[in-house]
């Protein structure tokens, strides 16, 4: 089992609609998750971070976190053309300030 | 916003060359990563460092060198290239702040040929 786990996709979303990115981790300690945002070709960038239980705003973006059920969300609206990219899911473990991506999900907004 | 700089941006060079990449940061952090990423690929963290003289391997391993002399430098080396060396470096650090939060630099294509 890897340690922070994303569908792959591509995940299909029509522009104008939600889009709902997903992620599991196993370490139940892990303390700070983070969602990155990749275009083909460039490196990664952050989105937002979250540290606490429940959800977390900024602009079209919200992160959900559920320590209880170990998994983190990322929920984009009014979803843009510009947005379609690889998301990639970070988390911070218990044991040390190493942080393991997520193997990504990418996402494609259709007009 | 990040302050975090790699060169070359892109590099074609031939097989059996000594190639060194540059990264600098300007931020003060104290850990900095070097990541491997092929086209469409995951991450794959190769080397980081929790701070000057420190250095450790990452989860894939890498024919690649790095030190840690200075806080701001974190150079990558690869002795002697070879094709399979062909991929996407990124550069990342942390610290500051906000602590664990990476950022990461333009990246530095390599093509071995």
């Known amino acids: 089992q890897k340690e922070v786990e994303q569908n792959s996709g591509p995940l299909s979303v029509p522009e104008g609609a939600i889009a709902s990115l997903n992620c599991t981790y196993s370490?139940?300690?892990?303390?700070?998750f983070f969602w990155y945002r990749q275009y083909s070709g460039k490196s990664p960038e952050l989105i937002m971070f979250?540290?606490?239980?429940g959800d977390k705003e900024d602009g079209r973006f919200t992160a959900q976190l559920n320590k209880a059920s170990q998994y983190v969300s990322l929920l984009i609206r009014d979803s843009q053309p510009s947005d379609s990219a690889t998301y990639l899911c970070?988390?911070?473990?218990?044991?040390?300030?190493?942080?393991?991506f997520g193997s990504g999900t990418r996402l494609s907004i259709r007009p | 916003e990040a302050d975090i700089y790699q060169t070359p941006r892109y590099l074609v060079i031939g097989t059996g060359k000594k190639i060194t990449l540059e990264c600098s940061q300007t931020?003060?952090?104290?850990?900095m990563y070097w990541y491997q990423q092929d086209p469409g690929m995951e991450l794959h963290l190769i080397h980081y460092?929790?701070?000057?003289?420190?250095?450790e391997k990452g989860d894939l391993s890498s024919e690649s060198t790095v030190s840690r002399i200075r806080t701001e430098h974190f150079p990558l080396t690869l002795e002697s290239a070879r094709p399979s060396h062909t991929s996407q470096y990124l550069c990342?650090?942390?610290?500051?702040?906000?602590?664990?939060?990476?950022?990461f630099g333009e990246g530095s294509w390599l093509t071995v040929v």
């Open positions: 990342a650090s942390s610290g500051g702040f906000l602590g664990n939060t990476i950022y």
């Open positions: 460092s929790y701070g000057v003289n420190s250095t």
């Open positions: 370490d139940r300690g892990s303390q700070s």
């Open positions: 979250i540290y606490s239980n």
């Open positions: 931020m003060g952090h104290d850990k």
């Open positions: 970070a988390v911070r473990g218990s044991s040390a300030s190493k942080i393991i």
